[in-house]
């Protein structure tokens, strides 16, 4: 039986247009996906959209259009975005998708009836763009927020609340016992600590928002866009199915829900975030998911963020980077494989044109690109055509396995700045056989010697091809097939150089 791999990403916010920063957690679940696809996982990649709450309805209220019709827009500009990227998602949701409706409804109603949710009344401090209550503790002086540095509302409003503090204990038990669910364990500290110190019950509902999915039972009430957002992972998932089973209220509108049997795909086996979004992800829905007594997902990972030589990404200061256009210049697999070499994957990074560039001309164009030139060039005056099997004595193919070996335990780890350096390293390697061992004289005095060390660089750049497909799909696949067995073409350089 072929084991499934389900991964996702955060869903994203239609009050802005994509960019550089969005790219890089969708990016990054596209490479693992390739890979665990690459391994003979049964892959099912999840991304979509997060349409609801104040926000979008004010976006859409300064275009000019109806919230609907706003998300539709930019919803649109997502998927075009990830086709340009070559994003190989599976399945891509939309909150606003009427099936999803249907859950979140039939899963607040299953949580007021277990008591996990219950209504009440709140006065605080709220950060309309976070769209979540701050603590006493996280407020910056001149009631500002941290992450925007803007005002904070008063608000006072009856609200249904989620019994969050019900889980601290069996939170901290679950971390303890599952070290590898909050990843990096350099970010679990924080998680944990913040556990520790004590969890408030959570609102979720609001009186005054009108964009968003209503509560059944009252509807003057809608959905918090948090808790209505992280249940898309299970509406995905055909949690509808099982809602069903449990004769939940909705039972006719669940019937139509995506159909495949939940416990096939769920737990997920990653959700794939950004550093600010960790804690929504590693306290709150773990919770909710216990609540609901289902199994929690096996991995948490967040990222960091990048910014833009050295300044946050932000359309006031008019540097953001649109990963479209980049691609349009450069290529597209260029941009995707940079944003991982660049940086360790879970710290924070910083773009500039200078580091693209050096990095295009050093890792592609002269490691990579170079060599498979140089290669080819020789091997079609001294090999004649490729062959379909090379075999025979040859070290660096022999250490091919060690190297695929060091790649499968850094994938492991979501380390992508490793696997690209051991692809690198080897590839570096078998640049310096070529120096050491120049064909090009050696067809002289010995062709068939020259013939040999040919022969192994066509067969180790076989290897590197395909190590290489899941952060350059369609390089790799052109790689693939100047190496490919047969009379040797000519070719335009995989890399033409770039000019600072
Ligand atoms: N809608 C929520 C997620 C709900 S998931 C149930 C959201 N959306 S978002 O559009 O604001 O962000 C989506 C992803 O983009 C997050 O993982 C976030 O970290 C990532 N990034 C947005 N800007 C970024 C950078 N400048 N750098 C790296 N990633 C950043 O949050």
Redesign the pocket.
């Known amino acids: 039986m072929t084991k499934k791999f389900y991964i996702t ?5 239609v009050n ?1 247009v994509p ?4 790219a ?2 969708t990016i990054a679940d596209d490479i693992l996906a390739r890979y665990k696809r690459q391994k003979g996982f049964d892959v099912r990649f999840l991304t979509g959209t ?1 349409e609801h709450g104040a926000n979008i309805e004010k976006s859409a209220a300064a275009k000019g259009v109806s919230p609907k019709e706003w998300t539709d827009i930019v919803s649109a500009q997502y998927k075009e975005l990830w086709k340009v990227l070559n994003i190989s998602y599976d399945d891509f949701i939309r909150t606003t998708d009427t099936n999803h409706e249907h859950v979140v409804q039939a899963v607040f109603e299953k949580l007021l009836k277990s008591g996990d949710i219950y209504l009440g009344s709140y006065s605080g401090k709220y950060c309309t763009s976070c769209e979540q209550y701050l603590n006493e503790s996280e407020i910056l002086e001149g009631n500002l927020c941290p992450v925007h540095k803007k005002p904070l509302t008063e608000v006072n409003e009856e609200t249904y609340f989620f019994k969050l503090s019900r889980y601290e204990k069996p939170l901290l038990k679950y971390y303890e016992e599952h070290p590898e669910f909050l990843s990096p364990k350099y970010r679990a500290n924080e998680i944990i600590n913040f556990v520790k110190s004590g969890l408030q019950d959570l609102s979720v509902t609001r009186t005054k928002v009108k964009w968003g999915i209503p509560v059944k039972s009252n509807p003057a009430h809608t959905i918090y ?2 808790f209505d ?2 249940i ?2 299970i509406t995905a998932a055909g949690v509808g199915t099982l809602l069903c089973e449990e004769k939940a209220e909705h039972e006719e509108q669940l019937k139509d829900i995506r159909i495949e049997k939940f416990e096939d795909l769920w737990p997920a086996d990653i959700h ?6 960790f804690r ?2 590693s306290v709150i ?1 773990p919770a909710v998911l216990m609540a609901l007594q289902l199994p929690l997902p096996q991995k948490v990972f967040a ?5 833009v030589e050295g300044e ?2 932000s359309k006031t200061l008019g540097n953001v980077i649109n990963p479209a256009e980049l691609a349009a210049k450069y290529g597209v697999d260029p941009v995707r494989v940079f944003l991982f070499r660049e940086v360790p994957f879970g710290q924070d990074g910083d773009f500039s044109m200078a580091s693209f560039i050096n990095r295009y001309n050093s890792d592609l164009a002269n490691n990579i690109g170079n060599l498979l030139s140089r290669t080819l060039n020789m091997a079609a005056k001294n090999v004649g055509d490729l062959p379909e099997k090379i075999e025979g004595n040859y070290p660096l193919l022999a250490q091919a396995q060690t190297v695929e070996k060091a790649i499968d335990d850094a994938y492991e780890q979501l380390s992508f700045d490793k696997v690209l350096e051991q692809i690198y390293g080897y590839s570096s390697e078998l640049n310096k056989l070529v120096n050491d061992k120049k064909p090009w004289e050696l067809a002289k005095t010995d062709p068939e010697g020259a013939k040999q060390v040919l022969l192994e660089l066509i067969a180790c750049q076989r290897k590197v091809a395909l190590w290489l497909e899941p952060f350059m799909p369609t390089v790799a696949k052109e790689m693939q097939k100047r190496l490919s067995p047969g009379k040797i073409e000519k070719y335009a350089p995989l890399f033409p150089r770039i000019d600072k």
């Open positions: 990403t955060p869903i994203y916010y802005s960019h550089l920063g969005h890089y957690t997060d866009v948090w957002a992280l898309n992972y794939m975030v950004g550093k600010e979004i929504f992800h829905w990222h960091g963020w990048w910014t946050k990404m």
